[in-house]
């Protein structure tokens, strides 16, 4: 079974600072994909990176980028120069072609302190 | 386009009552999910669908059930209702299995006292 693990409950960053969050998986397949979101106090769910099993390059998206280490089955996504309004909850997550699932952490609260 | 709607936003239920959670997207998506979120919690998968008429269980299905009887359309039904399912639940869809994302609801918060 898939499983997701986001270890860092919560984070306190400095505003204008770079900031990591982790995210380990574990799947038998070879073929997956890996997604961020990003959940606001508001409660919506905002999609912010993907990043596919075969894809030969980290993805980046603006100021976000992906530190992809297959081997490791590690997912973590930077943010560089972090603003107030990226606090919020941030969740890893996975889906295996096989079957379709798609399989969260449970997420990384993150607080950029100004 | 309207994405995904559900309905209701807000809803309390007595302990045994049952109702229904309606979600429909108007993107001609296959893929349709429901998740809960418990407070400071994440995403759980509870049932999940991959074209009208296929249904499947995620990894809290039991207490609910759904269908899919329409492409548009994926219902979540509550039976006897429990305080263990007092939670945030969303609904998302995709249109494949490749590197589309989710798109999600705005989410029901449901209590059950």
């Known amino acids: 079974a898939q499983k997701i693990t986001q270890t860092q409950p919560g984070m306190f960053v400095q505003e204008k600072e770079a900031v990591t969050l982790d995210c380990t998986y574990d799947t038998s397949d070879q073929s997956y994909g890996l997604f961020w979101y990003k959940q606001p106090s508001s409660g919506e769910m905002i999609f912010l990176i993907y990043q596919g099993s075969y894809d030969e390059q980290n993805a980046t998206e603006g100021r976000y980028s992906l530190n992809f280490q297959k081997a490791r089955k590690s997912a973590n996504l930077v943010i560089s120069a972090s603003q107030l309004g990226d606090s919020a909850m941030y969740f890893c997550a996975m889906r295996e072609p096989r079957d379709d699932k798609i399989i969260f952490g449970k997420g990384t609260r993150l607080h950029i302190l100004p | 386009n309207a994405g995904v709607t559900q309905t209701p936003k807000f809803r309390i239920l007595k302990i045994g009552q049952s109702m229904t959670l309606q979600c429909a997207q108007d993107m001609n998506h296959n893929y349709m999910y429901w998740y809960r979120q418990d407070p400071g919690m994440g995403l759980k998968l509870i049932y999940y669908?991959?074209?009208?008429?296929?249904?499947d269980k995620g990894e809290v299905p039991n207490g609910y059930n759904v269908s899919r009887s329409t492409t548009e359309d994926f219902p979540l039904r509550l039976e006897l209702a429990a305080p263990s399912q007092t939670s945030v639940y969303f609904c998302?869809?995709?249109?494949?299995?490749?590197?589309?994302?989710?798109?999600f609801g705005n989410g029901t918060r449901l209590t059950v006292t």
């Open positions: 669908s991959v074209g009208a008429g296929i249904t």
């Open positions: 998302a869809s995709t249109p494949d299995t490749g590197r589309s994302p989710l798109h």
